[in-house]
């Protein structure tokens, strides 16, 4: 079992950066792909980045590429996610999520089985 908190969410203009943090307790954290998404009000919970357990591989929503970041620490227990060139439409509450051994393809929100409670990004225009 892991447990997933986040911490760095705040409000920022736009073209700011934020950079978001996720600290893991439990085992094995570096056994964990670790994903970041996000749900703006009104709609549904959206991928935007995933890093995987073993080599430093990542992938990203096309929406998010080249303006975030993902990264690990193994040696700390944390998940980065660094934003920057924000947009209004990036508001919305961001979500760290981790799946046992996973695959860094998936999109899917019901593929990750563990979850923190979120931390809120506003991005003003």
């Known amino acids: 079992q892991v447990q997933l908190v986040e911490s760095g969410g705040g409000l920022v203009q736009a073209g700011g950066s934020l950079r978001l943090s996720c600290a893991a307790s439990?085992?094995?954290?570096?056994?964990?792909?670790m994903g970041w998404f996000r749900q703006a009000p009104g709609k549904e919970r959206e991928f935007a980045a995933a890093?995987?357990?073993?080599?430093?591989?990542?992938n990203y929503a096309d929406s998010v590429k080249g303006r975030f970041t993902i990264s690990r620490d193994n040696a700390k227990n944390v998940v980065y996610l660094q934003m920057d060139r924000l947009k209004p439409e990036d508001t919305g509450v961001y979500y760290c999520?981790?799946?046992?051994?996973?695959?860094?393809?998936?999109?899917?929100?019901?593929?990750?089985?563990?979850w923190g409670q979120g931390a809120q990004v506003t991005v003003s225009s």
């Open positions: 890093i995987s357990w073993s080599a430093p591989n990542t």
């Open positions: 439990g085992r094995a954290f570096s056994s964990y792909t």
């Open positions: 999520a981790a799946k046992a051994y996973g695959g860094i393809r998936s999109s899917s929100p019901n593929y990750y089985g563990h």
